[in-house]
């Protein structure tokens, strides 16, 4: 099953992501693909299972982003499976995403305008935390070399 991503490049220093228009294909296997049907209904639960496996971020650091160590991406969209308002939400947007973030939040208001920008408001609070957790460093791979953990080992073995 093939799977369709696109990310967003998180700039650390401004606090913001910049979309990569880009979009990246990744050939699931048998096993994959049962999960990722079993997740789809639930974005947040699938964004996860990418994140947390190991097969997508290294995937990620050796084909879509092999210059970019030390950066930091998030996931926009998998297939027809959007997160940009996570990154994008201002006080300004939508309805939808009010609605959607109210609901994840477990936010109530009344629905007058001052209440909207204050609700915005505490959307854009929350989403600071929200967004970190979704953020994946490209980290260098750190592999150890068991011959110099023994030699270490050995020579702190009194004599």
């Excluded at 050939?27 to 996860?48: F, G, I, P, R």
Aim: charged share 40%; with cysteine; hydrophobic share 35%.
């Amino acid at each position: 099953m093939q799977v369709k991503f696109e990310f967003a490049i998180y700039d650390e220093t401004l606090d913001k992501f910049e979309l990569d228009e880009n979009i990246y294909s990744y050939e699931l296997d048998d096993e994959q693909a049962v999960s990722y049907d079993l997740l789809k209904s639930t974005d947040l639960h699938l964004y996860n299972w990418f994140k947390e496996s190991e097969f997508f971020p290294n995937w990620i650091k050796e084909e879509v982003y092999p210059d970019m160590i030390g950066k930091k991406v998030a996931v926009c969209d998998i297939n027809d499976i959007s997160f940009r308002r996570y990154y994008f939400f201002k006080v300004t947007s939508a309805d939808t995403h009010y609605d959607y973030f109210k609901k994840l939040f477990d936010i109530y208001h009344e629905i007058d305008w001052q209440d909207r920008e204050e609700v915005g408001k505490e959307i854009l609070e929350r989403l600071k935390v929200k967004r970190q957790e979704l953020i994946i460093e490209l980290k260098e791979d750190v592999v150890e070399d068991e011959d110099s953990e023994l030699s270490e080992s050995d020579s702190e073995q009194p004599a």
